[in-house]
């Protein structure tokens, strides 16, 4: 087999209709590159497939953890490597959907593993941050790092606190720790990015975030809150959950509600767009032109097998 297909790109560009279509021709199997469709009891909200359409393709990663438990993109890196080669064992065609860029990126380029994170750290770097800005840490992890400063932002805070704290722990700048402690990965990839233009993006996010609320999100947070799970937990920090506890708390209204869901996920496919702009060797599907799609999809039967 060549290069294992990656689907990725914006939110509601139709990345699940598309492999399940493919699976007409070919037989594959998806693995989740989704940060929050792992979890149980969150399916509408998190854009999860339909049971009919777990039925017609089997999917891997989904509704492997409760809403409690802990997921991260070193997790994922492990997991998928593991399935890809099951199913390539198998015989059968893994097919990798997900818009979450940090997972992608992650899966294509390797993990770093490197030292353990230190919270009594991150917390004074956090402290120093919030009272005087990220300037002042930013400048030291020039000092100390020049190459890794240029290549990420002075405002990335998370970043910049990650290489510090390697830095203290270590006594390696984060270029070297990568050097040391790069885990590559076992598979090559084409990695396929779903996008259009952005009017057509935002109207299809709107019609989606309304439909959520039609097939009854509300009511899924509900059901979360009184199964003993709270807003503080790493699965509440998918779109729209958090915002949605607070209306069924009385401290928004059903209209302030769908307006602030619709608009941060306006601004959470912007950050994804961004994201993939830093990759390398991506290919740009504009999901409106039914010819680039066939040509996808005969390309995958072709040279995936």
Not at 46 to 75: C, F, N, Q, R, W
Not at 113 to 142: F, M, S, T, V
Not at 231 to 259: P, V, W
Request: aromatic fraction near 10%.
């Amino acid at each position: 087999m060549k290069n294992i297909p990656i689907i990725t790109g914006v939110t509601a560009t139709g990345k699940t209709a598309f492999v399940n279509k493919l699976s007409e021709r070919v037989p594959v199997e998806v693995i989740n590159a989704d940060a929050f469709q792992v979890y149980k009891y969150m399916d509408i909200g998190t854009a999860k497939p339909s049971k009919k359409e777990l039925s017609e393709v089997k999917h891997h990663l989904i509704d492997i953890l409760y809403p409690d438990e802990h997921y991260s993109a070193g997790i994922f890196f492990q997991k998928a490597q593991q399935l890809i080669a099951d199913i390539l064992n198998r015989e059968k065609i893994p097919v990798i959907i997900g818009g979450t860029g940090l997972y992608v990126e992650t899966l294509t380029n390797g993990i770093f593993n490197g030292p353990a994170k230190d919270i009594k750290l991150r917390e004074k770097y956090r402290k120093e941050i919030k009272k005087n800005g990220a300037n002042n840490l930013y400048k030291r992890l020039e000092e100390i790092d020049p190459e890794y400063a240029l290549r990420i932002s002075a405002n990335d805070k998370n970043r910049i606190i990650r290489a510090l704290e390697v830095y203290d722990i270590s006594g390696l700048n984060f270029t070297r720790s990568h050097e040391l402690f790069h885990q590559p990965p076992k598979f090559k990839y084409d990695v396929f990015v779903f996008t259009t233009e952005r009017s057509v993006l935002y109207e299809r996010i709107n019609a989606r975030v309304e439909k959520m609320f039609e097939r009854g999100w509300t009511g899924e947070v509900k059901k979360l809150l009184e199964k003993g799970y709270t807003t503080d937990m790493q699965s509440f920090s998918a779109i729209g959950y958090r915002e949605a506890a607070r209306y069924l708390d009385g401290e928004m209204s059903f209209e302030d509600l769908l307006k602030t869901i619709k608009k941060r996920t306006r601004n959470f496919a912007k950050r994804q767009l961004t994201w993939f702009r830093h990759m390398r060797d991506l290919k740009y599907i504009d999901i409106m032109d039914k010819l680039v799609l066939k040509e996808l999809e005969d390309y995958i039967a072709k040279n995936c097998q």
